[in-house]
């Protein structure tokens, strides 16, 4: 496996329902984010992992729950989700001593539906 | 609120046709990037540009950073069916997070 990638790809889940997904990055970085991507709207950062530290939490509702447990991994816990959570969910990374620039490299996404 | 403008939203064109893409705003930025997303991925990274008047080109794309370091555009010359996609500038503040733009998302038809 080579740069980001996220599973699933898809996912359907009801409003009481409890899903993870996941992203894994093979590019050796040690910064991780969460982005979510609507329609109509630019990207919203959600969370931002540096040296696997939380840095960053952008005013995301409770019932998103990220966690990284080493510099390769994120994740983000879903629980009662809403219908307008419904969105492609982006995960990305870079190498923290280059964050001057903070050029970041993207997974493919999980578009989530949310019933 | 920090807040990256794109302009034009949708742009619909044919093969070998020339289109520019703007990205304003005005805050000043350490750096701008620029990149591409295709249906069903992320998106990828195309260039970064950090000085206030840079030019940069690959290939049939020149990228431009405004003299002030506020405003970028994107100019594809001879745009080609792979050119589609929703093209998106960033801005970055130093060690800050990225600001995205709103977008802008062309299709180049045969």
Not at chain 1, 93 to 98: F, P, R, T
Not at chain 2, 40 to 62: D, Y
Request: with cysteine.
């Amino acid at each position: 496996e080579t740069g980001v990638t996220q599973t699933p790809r898809h996912l359907v889940m009801g409003m009481t329902n409890k899903k993870s997904l996941k992203c894994e990055q093979h590019l050796g970085h040690n910064a991780m984010y969460w982005y979510k991507q609507s329609a109509k709207k630019p990207l919203e950062l959600m969370f931002v992992y540096s040296l696997e530290e939380r840095v960053e939490n952008n005013s995301v509702p409770s019932r998103f729950s990220p966690e990284c447990p080493n510099s390769s991994h994120l994740f983000l816990h879903l629980h009662t989700l809403q219908p307008e959570d419904s969105a492609l969910y982006l995960c990305a990374s870079s190498q923290e001593a280059q964050r001057r620039y903070n050029e970041q490299f993207f997974g493919p996404g999980t578009r989530l539906t949310v019933l | 609120t920090q807040l990256l403008e794109q302009s034009p939203q949708f742009l619909s064109i044919q093969e070998g046709e020339n289109l520019t893409v703007y990205c304003n705003s005005s805050s000043v930025f350490s750096s701008l990037q620029w990149y591409r997303q295709e249906p069903g991925e992320g998106p990828v990274l195309l260039v970064t540009v950090v000085t206030g008047g840079e030019v940069k080109k690959l290939k049939r794309l020149t990228f431009q950073f405004g003299d002030a370091r506020k405003d970028s555009s994107l100019h594809i010359t001879a745009a080609q069916t792979g050119d589609t996609g929703l093209y998106l500038c960033a801005g970055a503040r130093g060690t800050d997070k990225l600001i995205f733009g709103t977008g802008t998302r062309l299709q180049v038809f045969p």
